[in-house]
């Protein structure tokens, strides 16, 4: 029988030890959301980011902004957040207009604050997420051959990174990549963040696969899938995480992991 790697529960055992370490606190960590626009799944994903903060006992302040703001006004108002010191944690919600450059904007928050992990001073919530998931189900990461099937820098690359940095063989895999189907097909662990509804069939994996789906994507009747073909792929892998209810519970989990990390450094 086909293992469910339940982000949703284990996000709500990591929220239970995050309320009992903030109930200790006499300040309490605060994170930062900076937005721009209207974005419907921006604002979705921020729902989510500020009901488990108030589940856990964390502050958030959600700095909206308009879709045609300059870089340079927006880049201002992230300095006087990093000189905030009531701000523990800053994070820029993506994706951001075309005419704002996400590199330089996400660069400019401060190392120490950069609870999204893109500067390297934290480990990107996405990847810690898929780490943790992987680990209370005591999947074997170290000499496995990976698979990581999308190369964005917010998600593709750190995830392949991280799971390098646990001693796997990590191949990633695009659009341009030759045969496809026979490098998915051969990996122990497949990490699909492509974006592309149901891309994955069960022709394109084995009885002994562990599948990580990264994907979000709403359809057109409004419902929810990831990049795998959930309900017949589960019959034939060994192990799966669902969407919704699998990594993206984790990568909000581990975001507020990495702003209690935030917060006592700059104690």
């Known amino acids: 029988m086909v293992k469910i790697l339940d982000g949703k529960k284990l996000s709500s055992e990591l929220a239970q030890k995050l309320k009992k370490i903030i109930e200790k606190l006499k300040i309490k960590p605060k994170l930062v959301i900076i937005q721009v626009g209207d974005n419907a799944r921006s604002m979705s994903y921020i729902k989510?980011?500020?009901?488990?903060?108030?589940?856990?006992?964390?502050?958030?302040?959600?700095?909206?902004n308009p879709e045609?703001?300059?870089?340079?006004?927006?880049?201002?108002?992230?300095?006087?957040?990093?000189?905030?010191k009531s701000a523990h944690g800053i994070i820029v919600q993506l994706p951001l207009p075309k005419h704002i450059d996400t590199r330089r904007v996400s660069e400019t928050i401060d190392y120490e604050?950069?609870?999204?992990?893109?500067?390297?001073?934290?480990?990107?919530?996405?990847?810690r997420g898929i780490l943790?998931?992987?680990?209370?189900?005591?999947?074997?990461?170290?000499?496995?051959?990976?698979?990581?099937?999308?190369?964005?820098?917010?998600?593709?690359?750190?995830?392949?990174?991280?799971?390098?940095?646990?001693?796997?063989t990590v191949?990633?895999?695009?659009?341009?990549?030759?045969?496809?189907?026979?490098?998915?097909?051969d990996a122990d662990i497949l990490v699909i963040a492509a974006g592309h509804p149901k891309l994955i069939k069960s022709g394109h994996v084995n009885k002994n696969q562990v599948i990580i789906d990264v994907g979000i994507n709403i359809l057109k009747d409004r419902k929810?899938?990831?990049?795998?073909?959930?309900?017949?792929?589960?019959?034939?892998v060994k192990a799966i995480s669902p969407?919704?209810?699998?990594?993206?519970?984790?990568?909000?989990?581990?975001?507020?992991?990495?702003?209690?990390?935030?917060?006592s450094l700059q104690a």
């Open 48 to 64: 989510r980011k500020i009901i488990f903060a108030e589940k856990i006992g964390a502050l958030v302040e959600h700095k909206k």
């Open 68 to 84: 045609n703001i300059s870089e340079t006004t927006l880049i201002a108002s992230i300095r006087r957040f990093n000189a905030d």
């Open 132 to 168: 943790t998931l992987l680990d209370k189900y005591k999947v074997k990461i170290s000499g496995q051959k990976v698979v990581v099937v999308g190369r964005s820098e917010f998600v593709g690359k750190p995830i392949a990174l991280a799971l390098l940095n646990r001693e796997a």
């Open 224 to 236: 929810v899938t990831g990049d795998v073909d959930f309900k017949n792929v589960s019959k034939v």
């Open 113 to 127: 604050k950069d609870v999204d992990g893109f500067r390297g001073h934290f480990m990107p919530a996405t990847a």
């Open 243 to 263: 969407v919704p209810g699998g990594v993206g519970p984790m990568t909000i989990a581990s975001l507020f992991q990495n702003l209690l990390e935030a917060y």
């Open 171 to 185: 191949t990633i895999c695009h659009k341009r990549t030759r045969d496809l189907a026979r490098e998915i097909k």
